[in-house]
Structures are given as structure tokens and as C-alpha cells.
């Protein structure tokens, strides 16, 4: 997957969870999907910073890995 198809799939996500969050109450499972967009959304954008960091020093960007859940969500902010 190249940075644009990344981006592209983070707009995805973005506008979902625009369209959740806009329509009012919330059922467990909207909550539940909620949950889960953020945490693909965080993941996404780490592996954007990965694949810059790699073209940063010379390296593949393509061989840049998704982190689990639990890794990316446990950075501090």
C-alpha cells in the first residue's frame, strides 16, 4: 500500500466517523465501531510516519510494518 491509498483509506475513516458522530444517539455498536475507526485511524497515520522516517534515511518505505492496536494506542500523546 503507497502513502496515497494510506491517505486515502484515512479519509475513509474520517468521514465515517463524521457521519457516526453527526447522527445523533449512539447505539452500542455505533460506540463500538466509533472505537474501532480511531484505532485504525491511529494505526494508518503510524504507518505514514514510519514509511517517512524510512525515505529519511535512505531506507524502503515499503517495507514499513502496520503495529498493533495495543502498541500504537499506548504512545504518549
Do not use: C, F
Not at 486515502?8 to 465501531?33: D, F, K, P
Amino acid at each position: 500500500m503507497d502513502d496515497s491509498e494510506i491517505r486515502g483509506r484515512i479519509e475513509a475513516l474520517v468521514e465515517e466517523e463524521h457521519r457516526l458522530r453527526n447522527s445523533g444517539e449512539h447505539t452500542a455498536e455505533q460506540r463500538a465501531r466509533l472505537q474501532q475507526i480511531e484505532e485504525d485511524r491511529d494505526q494508518l497515520w503510524d504507518l505514514l510516519r514510519q514509511r517517512d522516517a524510512k525515505r529519511q534515511y535512505g531506507e524502503d518505505p515499503d517495507e514499513a510494518e502496520p503495529r498493533s492496536e495495543q502498541q500504537v494506542e499506548g504512545y504518549l500523546q
